[in-house]
Nanobody
């Protein structure tokens, strides 16, 4: 049974940083894509960043490119999202998702990120 457990959300001032973590369990190998989505109040869920196992590339939404960095630690089955220069519009529930960047089948429970002064 696949499980994704996120942590690291919280309240941060504009311009600040947070690092989200997602621990994956239940996969039988490392051959899966994994990434992050977010959902802000009143908005549709959107993809933020993903590491694709299909083409080995890393993808970022235009709104976060240059500010967010995704990284993956296969030894510990963990994916991270380092978020710098946070803006109020980054406020959302952030979800870890696997096993496909476009249409993931597995989702975490979400972690709240609030950017406010």
């Amino acid at each position: 049974q696949v499980q994704l457990v996120e942590s690291g959300g919280g309240l941060v001032q504009p311009g600040g940083s947070l690092r989200l973590s997602c621990v994956a369990s239940g996969f039988t190998s490392d051959y899966y894509s994994i990434g992050w989505f977010r959902e802000a109040p009143g908005k549709e869920r959107e993809g933020v960043s993903c590491t694709s196992i299909r083409d080995g590339r890393t993808y970022y939404a235009g709104s976060v490119k240059g500010r967010f960095t995704i990284s993956r630690d296969n030894a510990n089955n963990t994916v991270y999202l380092q978020m710098n220069s946070l803006k109020p519009e980054d406020t959302a529930v952030y979800y870890c998702a696997a096993d496909d960047c476009g249409s993931p089948n597995y989702w975490g429970q979400g972690t709240q990120v609030t950017v406010s002064s």
